[in-house]
T-cell receptor, first 113, second 110 residues
Framework: SAVISQKPSRDICQRGTSLTIQCQVD?????MFWYRQQPGQSLTLIAT?????????ESGFVIDKFPISRPNLTFSTLTVSNMSPEDSSIYLC??????????FGSGTRLTVV | GQQLNQSPQSMFIQEGEDVSMNCTSS?????WLWYKQEPGEGPVLLIA?????ELTSNGRLTAQFGITRKDSFLNISASIPSDVGIYFC??????????FGKGTTLSVSS
């Protein structure tokens, strides 16, 4: 299965600022997925990122708030913009490289103060 | 977004007991997956199921893909303290991302 390196692993940020989360995969994958896990909750899909095209966002998530880059087949970034305390969550990237089930990064634990 | 109905929400068991949890959906999935998440980590895949009726084991874990394709269960036999964590079911339709259940928090006392 793929190995995902996600960073930062955690951060504490001031409200109104932005944080960019990076996700690096050790193999080429067509689609990368970004999830949010709010405290004590399950995982909710933010968007699907395909290389060479605009990311596809789920209902309730918009590009201005969560811009995504996908410059190549092994890398993606998610930016959380103009943060507020409600954005405090774990953000996870995920891939499904070989159809054997999705692999997740270890997550970025974001606290907005 | 859509979520799966996962139950129970939490379980408190003694070491050595067997555990069962399940997920149901109002719609069909092509794939069912079970993940475990420990504090500070991302979810780790335990078992993946691809065919209706499929029964798959991974050590002390057994999972089944329901015949209707709308449900799945996970059993853990002879639980041990390291089984503690949150277990998530996830369903997938072809070409789409995973949809997750709300999780089952498992506590094991020795």
């Amino acid at each position: 299965s793929a190995v995902i390196s996600q960073k930062p692993s955690r951060d504490i940020c001031q409200r109104g600022t932005s944080l960019t989360i990076q996700c690096q995969v050790d193999s080429q994958v067509t689609m990368m997925f970004w999830y949010r896990q709010q405290p004590g909750q399950s995982l909710t899909l933010i968007a699907t990122a395909n290389q060479g095209s605009e990311a596809t966002y789920e209902s309730g998530f918009v590009i201005d708030k969560f811009p995504i880059s996908r410059p190549n087949l092994t890398f993606s970034t998610l930016t959380v913009s103009n943060m507020s305390p409600e954005d405090s969550s774990i953000y996870l990237c995920s891939v499904d490289p070989g159809g054997d089930g999705y692999t997740f990064g270890s997550g970025t634990r974001l606290t907005v103060v | 977004g859509q979520q799966l109905n996962q139950s129970p929400q939490s379980m408190f068991i003694q070491e050595g007991e067997d555990v069962s949890m399940n997920c149901t959906s109002s719609s069909i999935f092509n794939t069912w997956l079970w993940y475990k998440q420990e504090p500070g980590e991302g979810p780790v895949l335990l078992i993946a199921l691809y065919k209706a009726g499929e029964l798959t084991s991974n050590g002390r874990l057994t999972a089944q893909f329901g015949i209707t394709r709308k449900d799945s269960f996970l059993n853990i036999s002879a639980s041990i303290p390291s089984d503690v964590g949150i277990y998530f079911c996830a369903g997938q339709r072809r070409g789409t991302a995973l949809i997750f259940g709300k999780g089952t928090t498992l506590s094991v006392s020795s």
